[in-house]
């Protein structure tokens, strides 16, 4: 069965069929680096990031580009706020956002391309629309002929007529048409920008994704993604450039991830209610806030607060409690009889619905689902008197490989150190000397150190809470 996306160009589920056979050609919009992340962008780098792992997990070879724009108003801005270069800020706040998406299971792209970078392209890409009467200079500033372009607001579902409402020219703009938007902006006093045959200047927005994405996977994609507020006008402007330009369609499927609320209010500037990933992640778990986002359709609104957050740590934390369990009964497991082969089924069974999930849409909410059915499966295998070791490990095989492709890792990320390992052994000794109230107190000591300890037949297990 092949899988099935939504596409928003169509607004339906559709088969994927690449291109070309077993590749997947993918572009999805980065951040503008001015800033640290905020929750609203962590959540595409999440869902796509899972998009990307579940392709490779049926086998694709996945080309996964997702931009930088380091240079435009924002950051402009906070140059001047804080007295440095724009390049000095998107230096910083790029690292910053690796060391988030990184801490949140993401992997990197393939390209990470920078605006900077690829100012040749762009300029010559607006030169071309410019040559074919689909862009014309005014005052140093060039503007795309929105008019020009028959599929206007296919992406959307807009005609020229809808948008036309609101439409207006700002003050200095020498647009030809309210609905014209720009591809080339003439620099300020003071301002960072580059050479062009019309002047001293930068790119406007929309340009860049779509002379990028051409650069590193060519004419026509296969998937171009991002968040849902990106859909207009970035992404319907992204799509007038490259189509005028090229004549060929500019993606095959356009994926959109849905709104994050906070505390069931959207979440905007103007509001106060923006929360950063780099506070977030400070003091929780940061898988547990990627968990938090898979457990949502990628298309439907989030709504994010700090007990909800909780909730989630408390599930993902049975999750990873069954697999640590199983692991701890393998060392006095047998070998396999007949009698275990049912459970074997049991679990290829709950694979095999795993993929169906995942096949609808990525629907990796539904994955879970089978995540926590194969939780308890796992639980209720280890009640038996005697397993054997072929099925723990078939079992902690099928976490493993179902984690992975949810971007989750079932182990702790650190390992204790030194002063409580000593707590441990020390606390372990009291119990042998039935010392029962100095155990109590280095096991309340620990807790306070985010350690949860438990007392098994097999010994004393510890995890972090």
Known sequence: MAIQLYNTLTRKKEPFIPLEEGKVKMYVCGPTVYNYIHIGNSRPAIVFDTVRRYFEFRGYDVNFVSNFTDVDDKLIKAANELGEDVPAIAERFINAYFEDVTALGCKQADVHPRVTENMDIIIEFIASLIEKGY?????????YRTRKFDGYGKLSHQSIDELKVGARIERGEKKEDALDFALW??????????????GKGRPGWHIECSAMARKYLGDTLDIHAGGQDLAFPHHENEIAQSEALTGKPFARYWMHNGYINIDNEKMSKSLGNFVLVHEIIKNHDPQVLRFFMLSVHYRNPINYSEELLENTRAAFERLKTSYQNLLHRRESSTGLTDDNCQWVKQIDSLREQFIKEMDDDFNTANGISVLFDLSKLANQ?????????????????????????????????????????????KRNQARKDRDFK????????LKEMNIILEDTPQGTRWKRG
């Open 135 to 143: 862009a014309y200079e005014a005052g140093g500033d060039v503007y």
């Open 438 to 445: 100095l155990s109590d107190e280095i096991r309340d000591q």
């Open 185 to 198: 902006k003439t620099a300020k006093e003071g301002e960072i920008s580059w050479d062009s045959p019309w």
């Open 381 to 425: 295998y280890l009640l038996e008197k005697s397993t054997a070791v072929e099925v723990i490990d078939r079992f902690a095989k099928e976490f493993e490989e179902l984690f992975e492709v949810l971007g989750l890792k079932l182990g702790s990320e650190e390992l204790l150190d030194e002063e409580i390992e000593a707590l441990i052994e």
